[in-house]
């Protein structure tokens, strides 16, 4: 699996929008770009995903560089409740598509 | 909205005891899999199944883990003999397909062996 790596935290003010950076650098064409989330010891949770264009969805936006070897998740107006482990995991096409998560970026909101 | 339901959610044993974890994926869903985090560290993929069989598992998923869907809702997770070292929060997930839709997690089983 193409590995990627994150900020191991970040802050962001409740209402601003909190941009999440992830780098994966060794992307391969085929391989699309997942974003879960993680509150406290809950299941892990979907936020979005893409492969070359940008997606936006009722969560969030997901910024993909034109090379694709980097890619940010945009929270547009963060609340206390986003308060959580953002886990930015490129998922290998062709297999049974486990899902392989790092540490993530835990982003704390703050007021 | 559909939901993966887990059960229980939260189990405590004695070590060398068996537990069967369980997991009612989306109804739709035909992928469907097992992951652990211990406390405090990254969310692991343990097993894969797809079409009443194992597609992928991982080094974690040794003989001591077995999986199964005995009927057309459940997937169970079972672990024959317990250690302390399986001590751990179990999620469940599903997936509509294997490659290009997201996979759904329940909210896991936090085992404790003791």
């Known amino acids: 699996d193409a590995k990627t790596t994150q900020p191991p935290s970040m802050d962001c003010a409740e209402g601003r929008a909190a941009n999440l950076p992830c780098n994966h650098s060794t992307i391969s064409g085929n391989e699309y770009v997942y974003w879960y989330r993680q509150i406290h010891s809950q299941g892990p949770q979907y936020i979005i995903h893409g492969l070359k264009n940008n997606e936006t969805n009722e969560m969030a936006s997901l910024i993909i560089t034109e090379d694709r070897k980097s890619s940010t998740l945009i929270l547009p107006h963060a609340t206390l409740r986003d308060t959580a482990v953002y886990y930015c995991?490129?998922?290998?096409?062709?297999?049974?598509?486990?899902?392989?998560f790092g540490t993530g970026t835990r982003l704390q909101v703050t007021l | 909205e559909p939901e993966v339901t887990q059960t229980p959610s939260h189990q405590v044993t004695q070590m060398g005891q068996e537990v069967i974890l369980r997991c009612v994926p989306i109804?739709?869903?035909?992928?469907f899999y097992w992951y652990r985090q211990i406390l405090g560290q990254k969310v692991e993929f343990l097993v894969s199944f797809y079409n009443n069989e194992i597609s992928e598992k991982s080094e974690i998923f040794d003989d001591q883990f077995s999986v199964e869907r005995p009927d057309g809702s459940n997937f169970t997770l079972k672990i024959r003999s317990t250690k302390l070292e399986d001590s751990a929060m179990y999620f469940c997930?599903?997936?509509?397909?294997?490659?290009?839709?997201?996979?759904?997690f329940g909210q896991g089983t936090r085992l404790t062996v003791v």
């Open positions: 109804s739709n869903h035909l992928y």
């Open positions: 995991i490129v998922r290998v096409a062709g297999t049974a598509s486990k899902l392989t």
């Open positions: 997930a599903s997936s509509r397909t294997g490659q290009r839709t997201e996979a759904f």
